[in-house]
Protein backbone atom coordinates (compact mmCIF):
# COMPACT_ATOMS: atom_id res chain seq x y z
CA UNK A 1 0.00 0.00 0.00
CA UNK A 2 1.58 3.27 -1.05
CA UNK A 3 0.40 5.02 1.48
CA UNK A 4 2.22 3.92 4.34
CA UNK A 5 5.73 5.37 5.64
CA UNK A 6 6.74 1.27 5.53
CA UNK A 7 7.48 -1.01 2.61
CA UNK A 8 7.00 -4.38 1.97
CA UNK A 9 8.09 -6.26 5.68
CA UNK A 10 8.94 -9.89 5.57
CA UNK A 11 6.53 -12.43 7.97
CA UNK A 12 8.88 -12.61 11.22
CA UNK A 13 8.76 -16.69 10.75
CA UNK A 14 8.55 -17.86 6.86
CA UNK A 15 5.22 -18.92 6.25
CA UNK A 16 4.19 -22.63 6.79
CA UNK A 17 0.38 -23.06 6.76
CA UNK A 18 -0.45 -19.65 4.01
CA UNK A 19 0.75 -19.61 0.18
CA UNK A 20 3.54 -16.56 0.07
CA UNK A 21 1.08 -14.40 -2.27
CA UNK A 22 -2.52 -13.82 -0.64
CA UNK A 23 -4.54 -11.46 -1.16
CA UNK A 24 -6.71 -11.04 2.07
CA UNK A 25 -8.54 -8.51 0.51
CA UNK A 26 -10.31 -11.46 -1.43
CA UNK A 27 -12.45 -13.21 0.49
CA UNK A 28 -12.61 -16.27 -2.23
CA UNK A 29 -8.92 -16.30 -1.81
CA UNK A 30 -8.93 -16.29 2.14
CA UNK A 31 -12.28 -18.54 2.57
CA UNK A 32 -10.02 -21.95 1.25
CA UNK A 33 -7.59 -21.50 4.21
CA UNK A 34 -10.49 -20.83 6.88
CA UNK A 35 -12.12 -24.66 5.40
CA UNK A 36 -8.55 -26.56 5.62
CA UNK A 37 -8.48 -25.44 9.10
CA UNK A 38 -11.76 -26.87 10.01
CA UNK A 39 -11.08 -30.00 7.88
CA UNK A 40 -8.11 -30.70 9.91
CA UNK A 41 -9.31 -30.23 13.10
CA UNK A 42 -10.97 -33.32 12.77
CA UNK A 43 -7.99 -34.98 12.11
CA UNK A 44 -6.00 -33.63 15.08
CA UNK A 45 -5.34 -37.65 17.17
CA UNK A 46 -2.56 -36.22 19.04
CA UNK A 47 -2.05 -33.08 21.54
CA UNK A 48 1.27 -32.07 19.26
CA UNK A 49 -1.61 -32.09 16.22
CA UNK A 50 -3.81 -29.80 18.30
CA UNK A 51 -0.81 -27.65 18.87
CA UNK A 52 0.47 -27.03 15.33
CA UNK A 53 -3.22 -26.51 14.17
CA UNK A 54 -2.97 -24.04 17.04
CA UNK A 55 0.01 -21.93 14.89
CA UNK A 56 -1.57 -22.79 11.94
CA UNK A 57 -4.68 -20.99 12.89
CA UNK A 58 -2.31 -18.06 14.40
CA UNK A 59 -0.42 -17.68 11.14
CA UNK A 60 -3.72 -17.07 9.44
CA UNK A 61 -5.18 -14.63 11.92
CA UNK A 62 -1.56 -12.91 12.33
CA UNK A 63 -1.62 -12.54 8.19
CA UNK A 64 -5.08 -10.99 8.60
CA UNK A 65 -4.47 -8.85 11.42
CA UNK A 66 -1.57 -7.38 9.59
CA UNK A 67 -3.99 -6.80 6.41
CA UNK A 68 -6.73 -4.66 8.17
CA UNK A 69 -3.09 -3.08 10.58
CA UNK A 70 -2.18 -1.88 7.13
CA UNK A 71 -5.54 -0.39 5.96
CA UNK A 72 -6.11 1.35 9.13
CA UNK A 73 -3.09 2.88 9.49
CA UNK A 74 -2.88 4.45 5.95
CA UNK A 75 -6.52 5.47 6.29
CA UNK A 76 -5.69 7.65 9.45
CA UNK A 77 -2.54 8.54 7.76
CA UNK A 78 -4.79 9.95 5.14
CA UNK A 79 -8.27 10.74 6.06
CA UNK A 80 -8.78 12.66 2.81
CA UNK A 81 -7.29 10.07 0.30
CA UNK A 82 -9.98 8.61 -1.28
CA UNK A 83 -8.63 5.23 -1.85
CA UNK A 84 -7.37 4.75 1.48
CA UNK A 85 -10.36 5.41 2.72
CA UNK A 86 -12.19 2.66 -0.23
CA UNK A 87 -9.66 0.07 1.01
CA UNK A 88 -10.48 0.51 4.89
CA UNK A 89 -13.99 -0.03 4.45
CA UNK A 90 -13.55 -2.65 1.82
CA UNK A 91 -11.68 -4.92 4.75
CA UNK A 92 -14.67 -3.93 7.54
CA UNK A 93 -17.45 -4.12 5.46
CA UNK A 94 -16.52 -7.06 3.17
CA UNK A 95 -13.72 -9.37 4.58
CA UNK A 96 -14.21 -8.79 8.56
CA UNK A 97 -18.22 -9.86 8.25
CA UNK A 98 -16.87 -12.85 6.76
CA UNK A 99 -13.70 -13.81 8.60
CA UNK A 100 -15.35 -13.47 12.40
CA UNK A 101 -18.12 -16.26 12.14
CA UNK A 102 -15.16 -18.35 10.71
CA UNK A 103 -13.05 -17.62 13.64
CA UNK A 104 -15.63 -18.38 15.73
CA UNK A 105 -16.15 -21.43 14.38
CA UNK A 106 -12.86 -22.48 14.85
CA UNK A 107 -12.99 -21.48 18.81
CA UNK A 108 -15.63 -23.71 18.94
CA UNK A 109 -13.94 -26.31 17.30
CA UNK A 110 -11.27 -26.07 19.37
CA UNK A 111 -13.85 -25.55 22.67
CA UNK A 112 -15.36 -29.11 21.67
CA UNK A 113 -12.09 -30.87 20.96
CA UNK A 114 -11.35 -34.34 22.94
CA UNK A 115 -8.01 -33.69 23.42
CA UNK A 116 -8.37 -29.64 24.75
CA UNK A 117 -7.88 -30.88 28.35
CA UNK A 118 -4.82 -32.85 27.71
CA UNK A 119 -2.75 -30.06 26.40
CA UNK A 120 -0.04 -28.75 29.01
CA UNK A 121 -2.20 -26.24 31.41
CA UNK A 122 0.95 -24.18 32.38
CA UNK A 123 0.98 -23.14 28.65
CA UNK A 124 -2.37 -23.41 27.47
CA UNK A 125 -4.35 -22.25 30.31
CA UNK A 126 -5.25 -18.89 29.31
CA UNK A 127 -5.43 -19.50 25.88
CA UNK A 128 -8.13 -22.14 26.99
CA UNK A 129 -9.99 -19.47 29.33
CA UNK A 130 -10.01 -17.07 26.11
CA UNK A 131 -11.36 -19.11 23.50
CA UNK A 132 -14.11 -20.39 25.95
CA UNK A 133 -15.30 -16.79 26.78
CA UNK A 134 -14.76 -16.34 22.49
CA UNK A 135 -17.35 -19.00 22.09
CA UNK A 136 -19.86 -17.81 24.60
CA UNK A 137 -19.84 -14.44 23.44
CA UNK A 138 -20.04 -14.99 19.60
CA UNK A 139 -23.09 -13.85 18.30
CA UNK A 140 -23.56 -13.91 14.39
CA UNK A 141 -26.28 -11.08 14.67
CA UNK A 142 -23.62 -8.85 15.94
CA UNK A 143 -21.67 -9.03 13.14
CA UNK A 144 -23.18 -6.56 10.55
CA UNK A 145 -23.83 -4.62 13.61
CA UNK A 146 -19.95 -4.29 14.70
CA UNK A 147 -19.40 -3.35 11.18
CA UNK A 148 -21.93 -0.21 11.73
CA UNK A 149 -20.08 0.18 14.65
CA UNK A 150 -16.46 0.58 12.91
CA UNK A 151 -18.00 2.46 10.39
CA UNK A 152 -19.68 5.47 12.90
CA UNK A 153 -15.93 5.48 14.48
CA UNK A 154 -14.24 6.09 10.85
CA UNK A 155 -17.44 8.92 10.62
CA UNK A 156 -16.19 10.42 13.63
CA UNK A 157 -12.46 10.61 13.31
CA UNK A 158 -13.21 12.17 9.58
CA UNK A 159 -15.18 14.76 10.70
CA UNK A 160 -12.81 15.51 13.95
CA UNK A 161 -9.65 15.15 11.81
CA UNK A 162 -11.27 17.81 9.85
CA UNK A 163 -11.38 20.74 12.11
CA UNK A 164 -9.42 23.39 11.63
CA UNK A 165 -9.21 27.12 12.83
CA UNK A 166 -8.19 30.13 11.50
CA UNK A 167 -5.73 31.59 13.29
CA UNK A 168 -2.63 34.13 12.94
CA UNK A 169 -3.23 34.42 9.46
CA UNK A 170 -2.95 30.51 8.96
CA UNK A 171 -5.66 27.79 8.91
CA UNK A 172 -4.93 25.54 11.55
CA UNK A 173 -6.05 21.98 12.70
CA UNK A 174 -6.83 22.32 16.68
CA UNK A 175 -3.90 19.70 17.51
CA UNK A 176 -1.80 22.37 16.46
CA UNK A 177 -4.13 25.29 18.14
CA UNK A 178 -2.83 23.53 21.49
CA UNK A 179 0.70 24.92 21.03
CA UNK A 180 -0.92 28.45 22.00
CA UNK A 181 -2.17 27.22 25.28
CA UNK A 182 0.81 27.69 26.40
CA UNK A 183 1.82 30.80 25.45
CA UNK A 184 2.47 33.48 28.53
CA UNK A 185 -0.22 35.94 26.81
CA UNK A 186 -3.50 35.44 28.43
CA UNK A 187 -4.89 37.18 25.73
CA UNK A 188 -3.32 34.89 23.01
CA UNK A 189 -4.40 31.71 24.81
CA UNK A 190 -8.12 32.74 25.29
CA UNK A 191 -8.42 33.17 21.73
CA UNK A 192 -6.78 30.17 20.57
CA UNK A 193 -8.91 28.35 23.43
CA UNK A 194 -12.11 30.22 22.66
CA UNK A 195 -12.42 29.83 19.03
CA UNK A 196 -11.29 25.67 19.14
CA UNK A 197 -13.90 25.28 21.43
CA UNK A 198 -16.34 26.92 19.38
CA UNK A 199 -14.86 24.73 16.28
CA UNK A 200 -16.15 21.98 18.12
CA UNK A 201 -19.49 22.82 19.36
CA UNK A 202 -20.19 23.88 15.47
CA UNK A 203 -19.96 20.03 15.11
CA UNK A 204 -21.77 18.98 18.55
CA UNK A 205 -25.48 18.07 16.48
CA UNK A 206 -24.21 15.61 14.01
CA UNK A 207 -21.16 14.16 16.83
CA UNK A 208 -24.38 13.71 19.06
CA UNK A 209 -26.17 12.68 16.36
CA UNK A 210 -23.56 9.62 15.63
CA UNK A 211 -22.72 9.17 19.18
CA UNK A 212 -27.18 8.55 19.42
CA UNK A 213 -26.22 5.17 16.87
CA UNK A 214 -23.40 4.29 18.75
CA UNK A 215 -25.54 4.22 21.89
CA UNK A 216 -27.99 2.09 20.06
CA UNK A 217 -26.33 -0.22 17.75
CA UNK A 218 -24.19 -0.93 21.34
CA UNK A 219 -27.31 -1.58 23.46
CA UNK A 220 -28.64 -4.04 20.35
CA UNK A 221 -25.30 -6.08 20.89
CA UNK A 222 -25.56 -6.83 24.37
CA UNK A 223 -29.38 -7.67 24.10
CA UNK A 224 -28.78 -10.21 21.74
CA UNK A 225 -26.17 -11.48 23.92
CA UNK A 226 -28.88 -11.51 26.75
CA UNK A 227 -26.98 -8.73 28.48
CA UNK A 228 -29.52 -6.12 30.34
CA UNK A 229 -26.76 -3.46 29.71
CA UNK A 230 -23.76 -2.70 27.20
CA UNK A 231 -21.69 -2.17 30.66
CA UNK A 232 -21.93 -5.56 31.51
CA UNK A 233 -21.48 -6.96 28.15
CA UNK A 234 -18.59 -5.16 27.61
CA UNK A 235 -17.32 -6.17 30.66
CA UNK A 236 -17.78 -9.77 29.50
CA UNK A 237 -16.89 -9.21 25.58
CA UNK A 238 -13.51 -7.54 26.93
CA UNK A 239 -12.31 -10.29 29.54
CA UNK A 240 -12.20 -8.50 32.81
CA UNK A 241 -11.70 -12.11 34.46
CA UNK A 242 -9.85 -10.24 37.30
CA UNK A 243 -12.18 -7.00 38.13
CA UNK A 244 -15.50 -6.08 37.71
CA UNK A 245 -17.87 -2.88 37.57
CA UNK A 246 -17.59 -2.53 41.21
CA UNK A 247 -13.70 -2.27 41.39
CA UNK A 248 -14.02 0.52 39.06
CA UNK A 249 -16.40 2.23 41.02
CA UNK A 250 -14.04 1.79 44.35
CA UNK A 251 -11.38 3.31 41.88
CA UNK A 252 -13.36 6.36 41.08
CA UNK A 253 -13.74 6.44 44.85
CA UNK A 254 -10.28 6.43 45.89
CA UNK A 255 -8.94 9.25 43.22
CA UNK A 256 -11.76 11.49 44.75
CA UNK A 257 -10.01 10.67 47.99
CA UNK A 258 -6.57 10.36 47.21
CA UNK A 259 -6.00 12.53 44.12
CA UNK A 260 -8.57 15.21 43.94
CA UNK A 261 -6.72 16.56 47.21
CA UNK A 262 -3.48 17.00 45.72
CA UNK A 263 -4.65 17.82 42.45
CA UNK A 264 -6.69 20.85 43.87
CA UNK A 265 -3.27 21.79 46.21
CA UNK A 266 -1.48 22.14 42.63
CA UNK A 267 -4.13 23.98 41.06
CA UNK A 268 -4.21 26.36 44.13
CA UNK A 269 -0.24 26.69 43.90
CA UNK A 270 -0.97 27.43 39.76
CA UNK A 271 -3.44 30.40 40.68
CA UNK A 272 -1.28 32.19 43.03
CA UNK A 273 1.58 32.05 41.22
CA UNK A 274 -0.29 33.31 38.36
CA UNK A 275 -1.61 36.02 40.62
CA UNK A 276 -5.38 35.30 39.29
CA UNK A 277 -8.62 35.25 41.02
CA UNK A 278 -9.65 31.88 39.34
CA UNK A 279 -8.20 29.81 37.26
CA UNK A 280 -10.17 29.60 33.24
CA UNK A 281 -9.69 26.64 30.83
CA UNK A 282 -7.44 28.63 29.56
CA UNK A 283 -4.75 28.69 32.09
CA UNK A 284 -4.30 25.00 32.87
CA UNK A 285 -1.20 24.20 30.21
CA UNK A 286 1.06 27.41 30.68
CA UNK A 287 3.95 28.04 32.46
CA UNK A 288 2.53 29.63 36.01
CA UNK A 289 5.75 31.92 35.72
CA UNK A 290 5.47 33.41 32.24
CA UNK A 291 7.89 31.95 31.03
CA UNK A 292 8.12 31.19 27.21
CA UNK A 293 6.50 27.45 26.82
CA UNK A 294 8.40 24.30 26.38
CA UNK A 295 9.74 24.06 23.38
CA UNK A 296 11.84 20.65 23.03
CA UNK A 297 12.20 20.33 19.01
CA UNK A 298 11.50 22.24 16.23
CA UNK A 299 11.33 19.26 13.86
CA UNK A 300 9.98 15.32 14.33
CA UNK A 301 13.68 14.21 13.66
CA UNK A 302 14.94 15.99 16.78
CA UNK A 303 12.09 14.54 18.43
CA UNK A 304 13.03 11.05 17.42
CA UNK A 305 17.15 11.53 18.34
CA UNK A 306 16.07 12.97 21.40
CA UNK A 307 14.22 9.67 21.79
CA UNK A 308 16.53 7.58 20.66
CA UNK A 309 19.53 9.18 23.45
CA UNK A 310 16.98 8.42 26.18
CA UNK A 311 16.50 5.18 25.54
CA UNK A 312 20.14 4.63 24.93
CA UNK A 313 20.99 6.30 28.45
CA UNK A 314 18.16 4.05 30.17
CA UNK A 315 19.00 0.33 28.76
CA UNK A 316 20.74 -0.74 25.88
CA UNK A 317 18.30 -3.30 24.60
CA UNK A 318 15.42 -0.56 24.48
CA UNK A 319 17.80 1.46 22.48
CA UNK A 320 18.11 -1.20 20.02
CA UNK A 321 14.66 -1.61 19.99
CA UNK A 322 14.15 1.68 18.84
CA UNK A 323 16.68 1.97 16.33
CA UNK A 324 14.50 -1.46 14.57
CA UNK A 325 11.56 1.29 14.35
CA UNK A 326 13.64 3.97 12.71
CA UNK A 327 15.57 1.54 10.47
CA UNK A 328 12.24 0.55 8.66
CA UNK A 329 10.49 3.62 8.75
CA UNK A 330 7.66 2.23 11.16
CA UNK A 331 7.40 5.75 12.50
CA UNK A 332 4.51 8.90 11.31
CA UNK A 333 4.60 11.15 13.77
CA UNK A 334 4.32 14.57 11.79
CA UNK A 335 0.90 16.64 12.20
CA UNK A 336 -1.19 17.39 9.39
CA UNK A 337 -4.23 18.13 7.61
CA UNK A 338 -6.04 15.26 6.86
CA UNK A 339 -4.29 13.08 9.42
CA UNK A 340 -6.87 11.43 12.09
CA UNK A 341 -6.35 12.88 15.73
CA UNK A 342 -4.31 11.19 18.77
CA UNK A 343 -1.17 8.36 18.72
CA UNK A 344 -1.43 5.09 18.88
CA UNK A 345 0.92 2.01 18.29
CA UNK A 346 -0.49 -0.79 16.12
CA UNK A 347 1.45 -4.13 15.60
CA UNK A 348 2.10 -5.53 12.47
CA UNK A 349 1.32 -9.14 13.30
CA UNK A 350 2.77 -11.11 10.57
CA UNK A 351 6.33 -9.13 10.37
CA UNK A 352 5.88 -8.90 14.34
CA UNK A 353 6.85 -5.42 14.14
CA UNK A 354 4.99 -2.14 15.86
CA UNK A 355 4.51 0.97 14.32
CA UNK A 356 3.65 4.38 15.92
CA UNK A 357 1.64 7.04 14.75
CA UNK A 358 0.88 10.46 16.21
CA UNK A 359 0.56 14.19 15.59
CA UNK A 360 3.78 16.30 17.41
CA UNK A 361 3.64 19.87 16.89
CA UNK A 362 7.12 20.46 19.08
CA UNK A 363 5.48 20.28 22.50
CA UNK A 364 6.26 18.62 25.70
CA UNK A 365 3.25 16.53 25.71
CA UNK A 366 5.12 15.30 22.19
CA UNK A 367 7.94 14.05 24.24
CA UNK A 368 5.77 12.05 26.41
CA UNK A 369 3.81 10.64 23.90
CA UNK A 370 6.42 8.84 22.16
CA UNK A 371 7.76 7.85 24.93
CA UNK A 372 4.46 6.48 25.93
CA UNK A 373 4.10 4.51 22.44
CA UNK A 374 7.27 3.48 22.22
CA UNK A 375 6.83 1.72 25.24
CA UNK A 376 4.11 -0.47 23.33
CA UNK A 377 6.60 -0.68 20.19
CA UNK A 378 9.03 -2.79 22.83
CA UNK A 379 6.01 -4.52 24.34
CA UNK A 380 5.29 -6.08 20.66
CA UNK A 381 9.15 -6.58 20.34
CA UNK A 382 9.68 -8.32 23.67
CA UNK A 383 7.00 -10.71 22.68
CA UNK A 384 8.14 -11.28 18.63
CA UNK A 385 9.51 -15.15 19.70
CA UNK A 386 6.34 -16.34 20.58
CA UNK A 387 4.28 -18.09 18.44
CA UNK A 388 1.36 -18.79 19.45
CA UNK A 389 -0.33 -15.44 18.38
CA UNK A 390 -2.85 -14.96 21.05
CA UNK A 391 0.07 -14.74 23.35
CA UNK A 392 1.20 -12.07 21.63
CA UNK A 393 -1.32 -9.72 22.69
CA UNK A 394 -1.23 -8.64 26.57
CA UNK A 395 -4.52 -7.38 28.36
CA UNK A 396 -4.58 -3.93 27.64
CA UNK A 397 -4.17 -2.89 31.30
CA UNK A 398 -0.75 -4.54 31.04
CA UNK A 399 -0.18 -3.03 27.70
CA UNK A 400 -0.77 0.42 29.44
CA UNK A 401 1.96 -0.32 32.43
CA UNK A 402 4.32 -1.13 29.80
CA UNK A 403 3.64 2.60 28.05
CA UNK A 404 3.42 4.60 31.02
CA UNK A 405 6.43 2.75 33.07
CA UNK A 406 8.15 4.16 30.10
CA UNK A 407 7.11 7.59 30.01
CA UNK A 408 8.40 8.09 34.03
CA UNK A 409 11.46 6.08 33.70
CA UNK A 410 12.35 7.86 30.55
CA UNK A 411 11.28 11.43 32.21
CA UNK A 412 14.61 11.41 34.26
CA UNK A 413 16.63 11.87 31.21
CA UNK A 414 14.91 14.45 29.77
CA UNK A 415 18.15 16.62 29.41
CA UNK A 416 18.19 15.30 26.08
CA UNK A 417 15.85 18.21 24.99
CA UNK A 418 16.53 20.38 27.78
CA UNK A 419 19.11 22.72 29.87
CA UNK A 420 19.14 22.67 33.56
CA UNK A 421 16.00 24.77 34.60
CA UNK A 422 13.61 23.44 31.71
CA UNK A 423 14.50 19.78 33.03
CA UNK A 424 12.91 20.62 35.98
CA UNK A 425 9.92 22.38 34.47
CA UNK A 426 9.11 19.65 31.78
CA UNK A 427 9.28 16.89 34.80
CA UNK A 428 6.90 19.13 37.14
CA UNK A 429 4.74 19.21 34.09
CA UNK A 430 4.60 15.62 33.58
CA UNK A 431 3.97 14.61 36.91
CA UNK A 432 1.30 17.43 37.28
CA UNK A 433 -0.24 15.51 34.24
CA UNK A 434 -0.24 12.36 35.63
CA UNK A 435 -2.00 13.94 38.40
CA UNK A 436 -4.50 15.35 36.11
CA UNK A 437 -4.47 12.46 34.15
CA UNK A 438 -5.93 10.01 36.40
CA UNK A 439 -8.82 12.01 37.87
CA UNK A 440 -9.50 12.53 34.09
CA UNK A 441 -9.70 8.59 33.49
CA UNK A 442 -11.97 8.32 36.44
CA UNK A 443 -13.97 11.10 34.60
CA UNK A 444 -14.25 9.30 31.49
CA UNK A 445 -14.49 5.95 33.06
CA UNK A 446 -17.61 6.83 35.54
CA UNK A 447 -19.26 8.54 32.49
CA UNK A 448 -19.16 5.58 30.48
CA UNK A 449 -20.48 3.79 33.39
CA UNK A 450 -23.73 6.02 33.54
CA UNK A 451 -23.93 5.68 29.66
CA UNK A 452 -24.47 2.53 29.57
CA UNK A 453 -26.29 1.75 32.57
CA UNK A 454 -29.20 4.36 32.10
CA UNK A 455 -30.81 3.36 28.53
CA UNK A 456 -33.38 5.72 26.66
CA UNK A 457 -31.17 8.63 27.77
CA UNK A 458 -32.24 12.27 26.36
CA UNK A 459 -29.04 14.11 25.10
CA UNK A 460 -29.82 16.85 27.99
CA UNK A 461 -29.43 14.24 30.74
CA UNK A 462 -26.25 13.19 28.68
CA UNK A 463 -24.60 16.50 29.10
CA UNK A 464 -25.97 17.11 32.72
CA UNK A 465 -23.91 13.54 33.75
CA UNK A 466 -20.86 14.83 32.33
CA UNK A 467 -21.08 18.07 34.05
CA UNK A 468 -21.54 16.53 37.35
CA UNK A 469 -18.74 14.01 37.27
CA UNK A 470 -16.88 17.31 36.06
CA UNK A 471 -17.53 19.04 38.81
CA UNK A 472 -16.52 16.04 41.18
CA UNK A 473 -13.20 15.35 39.28
CA UNK A 474 -12.45 18.60 37.36
CA UNK A 475 -10.98 20.46 40.68
CA UNK A 476 -11.17 24.03 40.68
CA UNK A 477 -11.78 25.31 37.12
CA UNK A 478 -13.89 28.21 36.18
CA UNK A 479 -15.77 27.39 33.10
CA UNK A 480 -18.10 30.41 33.67
CA UNK A 481 -19.34 31.92 30.17
CA UNK A 482 -18.46 28.84 28.68
CA UNK A 483 -20.89 26.24 30.12
CA UNK A 484 -21.88 24.84 26.59
CA UNK A 485 -18.01 23.76 25.66
CA UNK A 486 -17.97 22.11 29.34
CA UNK A 487 -21.16 19.99 29.11
CA UNK A 488 -19.83 18.95 25.42
CA UNK A 489 -16.11 18.69 26.39
CA UNK A 490 -16.37 14.88 26.32
CA UNK A 491 -16.57 14.72 22.15
CA UNK A 492 -12.99 15.56 22.15
CA UNK A 493 -12.26 11.70 23.82
CA UNK A 494 -11.90 9.49 20.81
CA UNK A 495 -11.83 6.54 23.43
CA UNK A 496 -15.95 6.72 23.98
CA UNK A 497 -16.40 7.05 20.45
CA UNK A 498 -14.52 4.32 18.96
CA UNK A 499 -13.18 2.44 22.23
CA UNK A 500 -16.41 2.21 24.89
CA UNK A 501 -14.55 1.27 28.39
CA UNK A 502 -11.19 1.18 26.98
CA UNK A 503 -10.40 3.58 29.39
CA UNK A 504 -10.29 2.40 32.87
CA UNK A 505 -7.16 0.77 31.90
CA UNK A 506 -5.42 3.41 31.80
CA UNK A 507 -5.88 4.24 35.42
CA UNK A 508 -5.12 0.83 36.44
CA UNK A 509 -2.04 0.77 33.94
CA UNK A 510 -0.72 4.45 35.51
CA UNK A 511 -0.68 2.22 39.39
CA UNK A 512 1.22 -0.38 37.96
CA UNK A 513 3.34 2.48 35.68
CA UNK A 514 4.23 4.21 39.24
CA UNK A 515 5.07 1.18 41.26
CA UNK A 516 7.59 0.18 38.13
CA UNK A 517 9.09 3.62 38.94
CA UNK A 518 9.43 3.43 42.24
CA UNK A 519 11.32 0.37 42.15
CA UNK A 520 13.44 1.87 39.64
CA UNK A 521 14.40 4.37 42.72
CA UNK A 522 15.43 1.35 44.56
CA UNK A 523 16.89 -0.29 41.83
CA UNK A 524 16.71 0.57 38.45
CA UNK A 525 18.87 -2.00 36.66
CA UNK A 526 16.40 -4.85 39.00
CA UNK A 527 13.67 -2.95 38.36
CA UNK A 528 14.01 -2.79 34.49
CA UNK A 529 14.76 -6.57 34.56
CA UNK A 530 11.28 -7.04 35.69
CA UNK A 531 9.49 -4.79 33.35
CA UNK A 532 11.60 -6.43 30.85
CA UNK A 533 10.98 -10.49 31.73
CA UNK A 534 6.85 -9.33 31.98
CA UNK A 535 6.66 -7.21 28.61
CA UNK A 536 7.96 -10.96 27.11
CA UNK A 537 5.62 -12.83 28.74
CA UNK A 538 2.83 -11.19 26.48
CA UNK A 539 -0.65 -12.12 27.37
CA UNK A 540 0.22 -16.24 28.08
CA UNK A 541 -0.06 -15.16 31.68
CA UNK A 542 -3.25 -13.65 33.94
CA UNK A 543 -3.34 -10.37 34.43
CA UNK A 544 -2.74 -10.59 38.41
CA UNK A 545 0.65 -12.42 37.29
CA UNK A 546 1.66 -10.53 34.77
CA UNK A 547 1.83 -7.37 37.50
CA UNK A 548 3.64 -9.40 39.12
CA UNK A 549 5.95 -10.51 37.33
CA UNK A 550 6.93 -6.51 36.94
CA UNK A 551 6.98 -5.89 40.69
CA UNK A 552 3.36 -4.38 40.93
CA UNK A 553 0.71 -5.19 42.89
CA UNK A 554 -2.70 -5.76 40.99
CA UNK A 555 -4.65 -3.73 43.14
CA UNK A 556 -6.12 0.19 42.22
CA UNK A 557 -7.97 0.80 45.47
CA UNK A 558 -6.95 3.36 48.02
CA UNK A 559 -4.10 1.62 50.04
CA UNK A 560 -2.23 1.08 46.71
CA UNK A 561 -3.14 4.69 45.53
CA UNK A 562 -2.14 6.57 49.26
CA UNK A 563 1.48 5.77 48.71
CA UNK A 564 2.22 6.40 45.12
CA UNK A 565 0.56 9.92 45.29
CA UNK A 566 2.77 10.79 48.46
CA UNK A 567 5.40 9.96 46.22
CA UNK A 568 4.52 11.77 43.46
CA UNK A 569 3.86 14.54 45.97
CA UNK A 570 7.29 14.61 47.32
CA UNK A 571 9.12 14.35 43.87
CA UNK A 572 6.94 17.69 42.50
CA UNK A 573 8.01 19.16 46.07
CA UNK A 574 11.55 18.61 45.50
CA UNK A 575 11.43 19.94 41.86
CA UNK A 576 9.93 23.04 43.32
CA UNK A 577 12.66 24.04 45.67
Known sequence: ??????????????????????????????????????????????????????????????????????????????????????????FIEEIEPQTKPRQFALAR??????????????RYAVFDRDMALQVEMFRPENVPLEMEEAKLGQQYNKRMGALTVPFQGEDRTLVQMGRFLEEPDRAVRQEAWTLSAQRRLQEKEPIETLFAQLLELRGQMARNAGFQNYRDYAFRKLGRFDYTPAHCEAFHEA??????????????????????????????????????????????????????????????????????????????????????????QSTLSEARLPFIFMNAVGMQRDVETLLHEAGHAF????????????????????????????????????????????????RRTHLEGVVGALAWIATVDAFQHWLYTHPGHSSAERQSAWVDLVGRFGGDTDWSGHEEARAFLWHRQLHIFLYPFYYIEYGIAQLGALQVWLNSKQDRARALTRYKRALALGGSRPLPALFEAAGCPFDFSRQTLRPLMDMVAGELEELGR
Not at 296 to 308: I, K, M, R
Not at 407 to 412: F, R, V
Open 255 to 344: VEAEVMPLLRRLQARRRERMGLESLRPWDLSVDPEGRPPLRPFQQTAELVSGADRIFARLDGGLAEDFRVLITHRLLDLDNRRGKAPGGY
Open 379 to 426: HALATCEEDIYHYRHAPIEFCEVASMSMELLGGEFLGEFYADGDIVRA
Open 109 to 122: LYVDHPLRHRLNPD
Open 1 to 90: MSLLPFGALPPYRARRFLPETLDLGDWPQVEPHFDRLERQAAHCVSTADLEQWILDWGELSAALDEESSRRHIAMTCHTEDAEAERAYLH
